[in-house]
């Protein structure tokens, strides 16, 4: 199914903001992978790429900040509404890392997950010494603080971890591949 977006693919440069985990599970087709926490080491390469990008995360989230954070930067950027989830449920094709050994579970579902888990180890453990309880009070607080605020630090440090990380190498050629892109003829 073609679509004028699909038209433009080929004159946009469309960077994936998710953590590489999650791009190698899927991605618009021709998209480099920046993560958002990475995005301010790849300004050089991003202004160097010309033309306008494409931000792109799992549903528009993420990519918004990027979009915001680029435009205080002076890159143009445009925003791909509702993400790769809407990408897909609009009939499009998305394209997995070759050799990707399993994908990572989305953002969202890791933040939720852990969120539940610790919550069930400060009730579990209250039952021992209620001092525990603070522990699911916490992360209660946190996640209303998180809905509150728009962040989520939760997502902050999860992100950190190796399988959300990408290799140095692999973000090195992402953004050496931006840089030699140059502007795009329009």
């Not at 599970?25 to 926490?37: E, I």
């Not at 160097?48 to 494409?54: C, F, S, V």
């Not at 579902?109 to 610790?118: E, M, N, P, S």
């Amino acid at each position: 199914m073609t679509t004028p977006l699909t038209a433009r693919l080929t004159e946009l440069t469309v960077v994936d903001v998710r953590t590489p985990g999650e791009y190698a599970s899927g991605h618009l087709p021709g998209a480099l992978n920046v993560p958002l926490d990475r995005l301010e080491r790849a300004l050089p390469a991003l202004r160097a790429a010309g033309g306008e990008l494409l931000i792109v995360c799992r549903s528009g989230a993420r990519s918004t900040k990027a979009c915001a954070l680029l435009a205080g930067h002076g890159i143009v950027t445009a925003d791909l509404t509702g993400g790769t989830t809407a990408w897909a449920a609009d009939g499009h094709e998305l394209h997995h890392t070759a050799g990707a050994a399993r994908a990572t579970w989305a953002m969202e579902r890791q933040v939720r997950f852990t969120a539940g888990a610790l919550v069930l180890v400060g009730l579990a453990l209250g039952l021992l010494h209620p001092a525990w309880q603070l522990l699911s009070a916490g992360i209660a607080g946190g996640l209303v603080f998180s809905a509150l605020t728009d962040t989520c630090g939760t997502a902050a440090l999860l992100a950190k971890l190796p399988h959300n990380r990408p290799r140095a190498t692999d973000l090195d050629t992402t953004l050496a591949a931006l840089a030699a892109s140059g502007p795009r003829e329009r």
